[in-house]
């Protein structure tokens, strides 16, 4: 453990931020609020901060037998800190790592702590392999450990591999810094630098960059204010639109802008604004919308005019006269980072000519195979350069992408005209002047797992530098914006020079990933001015509106301590509302009448507002005030007295509300009289209760507000029998029945009135809800599928829409059901087999849907695994109304008792490959599987033995056992080989070899020392003594490969990824030692030759449901 002092770190990981939790499954609410949360909690450095790096080592990883562990406690400046680990992850497939504060339960009340910190998980094989996350939190007692659920996939861990877990160690590291802040909350980015930033939406720091950096480009914000849109036009549904808004409020708001517009009109839903994607594909995508948007209007050819340049292909002839050329146009140039130091080097390997020779000679038109030389020249550059650093590029090896950190510079002055123009193709016009100056640089901060952008940019190309980083913007120097983002490592001053003579350097994985220059002829032109006047009338008159309504509700916000919100439910409103928006209770009072009046003024003044808006005199209201009940009804309680309605809005809000917030909640009564004239409210005594009337039609299944009556409350309910049949419009004579409506949370509660015993003595009181109906006989009640007001009730309290869709088809919505939260397992599978055909409901498989997600969970329902359809729909703490169902070919209960391998079974003479389902009992071993396989496909004879292989990127790690049980085999990740096994190999000689045979080819791109594997991999039998010429028959004739092609082929036996080719005359068996073939696969026999098989996506490492989204703009 080591004191260092690091430059800062602007990092932050946009995956799965959180404290730790013991989760239940899945990703947390917390993890889709957590990365903006990061976000805006970067504070501005006040002095160099303290650094500690802390490696921790555990042995015996994969022996665990603990859900979590702790390392020991370091110190940071005095601070106590430990990493906390969930070696099988906290309820995820993926390892869960998080910085802990070790004194947390011993710390003072309101104690925090701000850290940027660093957590890896080190490669031990391969150190670039690292994976390292970053992020940034202010520790609290209520959150005192932060960092990351999903750090790694278990699998990958696990891989031997891989190199994370070497002879069972496993090695974590921590880099800590602890910072002084200044409060970010006080800081005003308009105030301070005259620019204000973006909001994240989640993880669109990426669009957020970009966006600023074409905003700040004038001559692009001046051509999209000039894009035609109407005043009808609705942001949400048109890009060029929520576009200039948000450029509109980017140039004149004071605070951070809002991006939902724009991502709304691209087509996004909210799980793409948390799916980070890459900026250079953000780009393209955007800028040909814009340019597709912009055809047929005064801006055509903007986009083309700013960023289009043109190059041209060629390949010249070196014997012969012949020239090939071809022209073609980018928008931005991608450059190699990897063995060039800066741009001017990138330029040069750009414009590297290739000698096409020997073997890769140039078929020239009427001259034959010729040696040529092929290359690109520019023919021109355009205004505004993009240049596209190539920081990620993908491991062949690792089958994965890798991070280039390299230290790579870029100057502050371009020029592409250097060394007598020799980027310049001989047809580029030379009076063009290629001098371009920086404007600004997009910086990714992190790894290729996962990171944070941000933009340093000059917005007049002045010495000023802004760094834009989501909602805050700061001024800067040059040197943060140029050297320090140039990568690569950097040295750490000592801290004791005297006792630790070690120099210690750290990679920064924070550097340029884009760079914007501007031709220096084309400055003025480019870095217009944008007033406005360039901005259409109807968007003016829109957003100022806007703005102003923004301004009156933070008004009304800073005021509403001298108002009080009162809200006015009536009959009218009763009437509209239930069994229709409502069936519980009597009124929503968010869909009421709301008066907002100041604190101050007598409730008798405020009656006359009421009188202005409803037309009821004063004298004939009377108000009651709600109370909510205990079992969590909201009923009418009892009338203001007229002492009371002397108070002021205020005093009275107070007496009425105990929870104080701003609101008073009234029922107002007013009686009409027969001619339909307001009559004074009636005397109300403590004898009489005022109730409130539904009728039930069972025949309609519809529940509706009748009136509300008061009762002598030692009277019996048969006394207003008649009052009730003519509120029901029923026939004199009707027989009702009546019940109780008293709670519907968590469950209903709905009793049946004794009309024999007085109201009282039914414990009735006043603003209680009385429900009737026709009495039904013993006969008619089967008629009706809720017969009565409890039933219905019932139903209408546990119904369910459920929108069901296709597992295979997760985005598409198939059909819908209304069932009941309280319907069984069986229930629902039941009614999801009749909507689709199925016989046997038990074939029917279902999943529920992560509602942060949007897609069906990775692990479908078990049989009768849950109780009720509430189960099955609930995500935390959301309840999700979609669910995906599966038809299986066999019952459920019998699948989950089998286990179902997806085996690819070799032909030993016919070239083809058939996938096999095998589905056997767990406790069934590989023999059996060989066995159950024999029987569906053609064997090249009766009595051909067959092996079971375990092949994993095109190399071959395991021969089963025939006794290993298939209950632990695993072939989502690997991929299941069967093939007959050849006669030679059966009877081995004493000093034969059986050894691997995998086919390899090199990248040019690559380092010379990798490989890559492809195709399909194979043992061969070699005999002592054999030389290379032999075995190349024998390869030859096993792959049946032509003569000319095979004659290309190198052969080379490889150790660890390192090739030495070898001669016809080698003796191969001399390079093979070992004669197990078991683990020696990294040892091999390598067919070195061009892969001519057609490229397809690798998909084996993927979970069900998980993939990659492209960048779509789909509107």
């Known amino acids: 453990m080591t004191m260092m002092t690091p430059p800062p770190l602007e990092q932050e990981d946009e995956e799965m931020l959180v404290p730790h939790q013991?989760?239940?499954?899945?990703?947390?609410?917390?993890?889709?609020?957590?990365?903006?949360?990061?976000?805006?909690?970067?504070?501005?450095?006040?002095?160099?901060?303290?650094?500690?790096?802390?490696?921790?080592?555990?042995?015996?990883?994969?022996?665990?037998?603990?859900?979590?562990?702790?390392?020991?406690?370091?110190?940071?400046?005095g601070y106590k800190w430990r990493v906390l680990i969930f070696p099988k992850g906290n309820n995820v497939d993926h390892l869960s790592l998080y910085l802990d504060v070790a004194d947390s339960a011993t710390l003072p009340y309101g104690w925090s702590r701000y850290a940027q910190f660093s957590l890896a998980v080190v490669n031990q094989i391969h150190g670039k392999y690292t994976i390292r996350k970053d992020t940034q939190h202010q520790f609290n007692g209520r959150e005192s450990d932060w960092g990351f659920t999903s750090f790694m996939s278990l699998s990958e861990l696990y891989d031997p591999s891989r190199g994370y877990l070497v002879n069972d160690t496993f090695v974590i590291e921590a880099e800590v810094t602890v910072r002084k802040v200044v409060d970010y909350w006080s800081y005003d980015s308009k105030k301070e630098t005259g620019y204000v930033g973006l909001k994240n939406q989640g993880a669109t720091c990426y669009m957020n960059s970009l966006l600023q950096t074409l905003y700040h480009i004038p001559y692009f914000r001046k051509a999209v204010y000039h894009m035609p849109t109407t005043e009808n036009d609705m942001p949400s549904g048109s890009i060029p639109l929520a576009l200039q808004s948000l450029f509109y409020k980017l140039q004149y708001s004071d605070n951070s802008v809002a991006t939902k517009e724009l991502t709304k009109s691209f087509g996004w839903d909210t799980y793409d604004s948390f799916m980070q994607h890459d900026v250079q594909e953000?780009?393209?995508?955007?800028?040909?919308?814009?340019?597709?948007k912009m055809k047929g209007t005064v801006v055509e050819g903007t986009i083309q005019h700013l960023f289009e340049g043109h190059h041209m292909n060629y390949i010249e002839c070196i014997n012969v006269d012949y020239k090939s050329t071809r022209k073609e146009s980018f928008y931005d140039l991608q450059l190699d980072v990897k063995g060039c130091r800066d741009v001017y080097a990138s330029f040069d390997k750009y414009v590297e000519v290739e000698r096409l020779e020997g073997d890769n000679k140039y078929q020239a038109e009427n001259h034959g195979l010729q040696d040529a030389k092929k290359g690109v020249l520019f023919i021109d550059f355009p205004p505004v350069l993009q240049l596209q650093l190539k920081r990620f590029e993908y491991d062949f090896m690792r089958d994965t992408m890798v991070k280039i950190n390299d230290r790579y510079e870029f100057p502050l002055q371009l020029d592409l005209d250097k060394d007598n123009g020799k980027y310049l193709s001989p047809d580029a016009d030379r009076r063009v002047r290629n001098l371009y100056t920086l404007h600004s640089v997009l910086v990714h901060s992190g790894g290729v797992h996962g990171g944070h952008y941000y933009a340093f940019i000059r917005p007049t190309l002045s010495h000023l530098w802004f760094k834009f980083d989501d909602e805050k913007v700061t001024k800067e120097d040059a040197k943060k914006a140029l050297e320090e983002q140039y990568g690569g490592e950097e040295e750490l001053p000592?801290?004791?020079?005297?006792?630790?003579?070690?120099?210690?350097?750290?990679?920064?994985?924070?550097?340029?990933?884009m760079l914007v220059y501007i031709r220096e002829s084309d400055k003025e032109k480019i870095m217009c001015d944008v007033d406005e006047k360039d901005i259409a009338e109807h968007l003016r008159i829109r957003l100022k509106k806007e703005q102003e309504e923004k301004e009156h509700k933070k008004k009304e916000k800073a005021e509403a301590h001298l108002y009080t919100i009162i809200k006015v439910a009536r009959n009218e409103d009763l009437m509209e509302q239930i069994g229709k928006e409502i069936f519980f209770d009597l009124v929503d009072h968010d869909k009421v009448?709301?008066?907002?009046?100041?604190?101050?003024?007598?409730?008798?003044?405020?009656?006359?507002?009421?009188?202005?808006?409803f037309g009821i005199p004063v004298q004939f209201q009377r108000f009651w005030l709600w109370a909510k009940r205990q079992n969590h009804t909201y009923r009418p309680n009892r009338p203001l007295t007229p002492q009371e309605e002397t108070q002021s809005v205020g005093q009275l809000r107070e007496v009425s509300n105990k929870t104080h917030n701003a609101e008073l909640k009234l029922f107002l009564e007013v009686e009409i009289g027969p001619d339909l004239h307001f009559l004074p409210p009636p005397l109300k005594t403590k004898e009489e209760i005022l109730l409130f009337f539904k009728l039930y039609d069972p025949e309609k299944e519809d529940l509706k507000f009748v009136g509300r009556l008061f009762v002598k409350s030692l009277g019996k309910p048969t006394e207003v029998f008649s009052k009730l049949i003519e509120m029901a419009e029923f026939p004199p004579n009707e027989e009702i029945d009546l019940y109780e409506e008293i709670k519907f949370e968590p469950t209903v509660m709905c009793e049946h009135i004794d009309k024999r015993i007085s109201f009282k003595s039914s414990q009735l009181e006043d603003g209680d809800i009385i429900c009737y109906q026709k009495s039904l006989t013993s006969t008619n009640r089967n008629q009706f599928r809720y017969p009565d007001v409890p039933s219905f009730l019932e139903y209408v309290r546990n119904r369910q829409v459920v929108f069901f869709r296709a597992l295979e088809k997760p985005k598409e919505e198939d059909f819908s059901l209304e069932l009941s939260k309280l319907f069984t397992y069986d229930d629902v599978v039941e009614r999801v087999a009749r909507q689709l055909g199925v016989d046997d409901p038990s074939k029917i498989r279902l999943s529920s849907h992560n509602c942060y997600s949007q897609q069906p969970k990775p692990q479908p329902i078990k049989y009768r695994g849950v109780d009720h359809l509430v189960d099955m729909l609930v995500h935390y703490n959301q309840t999700s109304d979609i669910l995906y169902y599966e038809i299986l070919d066999i019952p459920l209960p019998e699948l989950q008792g089998l286990k179902t391998l997806k085996v690819a079974f070799?032909?030993?003479?016919?070239?083809?490959?058939?996938?096999?389902?095998?589905?056997?009992?767990?406790?069934?071993?590989?023999?059996?599987?060989?066995?159950?396989?024999?029987?569906?496909?053609?064997?090249?004879?009766?009595?051909a033995e067959v092996r079971l292989l375990e092949v994993f990127y095109h190399k071959i790690y395991k021969i089963f056992p025939p006794g290993e049980k298939i209950e632990n085999i695993n072939d989502q990740y690997w991929t299941l080989r069967a093939e007959e096994i050849p006669e030679e190999e059966k009877s081995l000689g004493l000093h034969d070899r059986l050894i691997h045979v995998y086919h390899f080819t090199r990248d040019s791109n690559q380092n010379q020392m990798q490989v890559q594997n492809f195709g399909e991999p194979f043992f061969l039998v070699i005999k002592e003594g054999e030389t290379l010429t032999d075995i190349k028959i024998r390869i030859q004739k096993k792959l049946q490969?032509?003569?000319?092609?095979?004659s290309k082929w190198k052969f080379a036996f490889i150790s660890l990824g390192r090739p030495e080719y070898l001669q016809d005359s080698d003796i191969v068996s001399n390079r093979f030692q070992r004669r197990d073939i078991y683990g020696a696969w990294e040892q091999?026999?390598?067919?070195?030759?061009?892969?001519?098989?057609?490229?397809?996506?690798?998909?084996?490492?993927?979970?069900?449901?998980?993939?990659?989204?492209?960048?779509?703009?789909?509107?």
């Open 1084 to 1115: 091999y026999l390598g067919l070195e030759h061009s892969d001519t098989a057609p490229k397809k996506a690798y998909t084996t490492n993927q979970n069900r449901h998980t993939f990659e989204k492209p960048v779509k703009i789909y509107n």
């Open 1041 to 1046: 490969v032509p003569d000319d092609e095979f």
């Open 593 to 613: 009448r709301a008066f907002r009046i100041q604190k101050q003024l007598p409730f008798n003044h405020f009656k006359e507002e009421v009188f202005k808006e």
């Open 494 to 513: 000592q801290t004791n020079p005297g006792l630790n003579n070690t120099t210690f350097k750290f990679t920064k994985y924070s550097n340029a990933y």
């Open 22 to 77: 013991e989760l239940t499954e899945g990703p947390q609410p917390m993890e889709v609020l957590s990365a903006e949360t990061v976000s805006a909690s970067e504070n501005q450095q006040v002095e160099d901060p303290p650094t500690l790096k802390y490696r921790w080592t555990i042995e015996n990883f994969s022996r665990l037998n603990t859900k979590k562990l702790y390392s020991d406690i370091f110190h940071v400046v």
């Open 282 to 292: 953000l780009n393209r995508v955007l800028c040909e919308k814009l340019e597709d």
């Open 906 to 943: 070799h032909h030993a003479i016919k070239e083809e490959v058939v996938i096999h389902i095998i589905r056997l009992p767990k406790n069934s071993t590989v023999a059996d599987v060989i066995n159950d396989l024999k029987t569906k496909v053609e064997l090249s004879r009766p009595d």
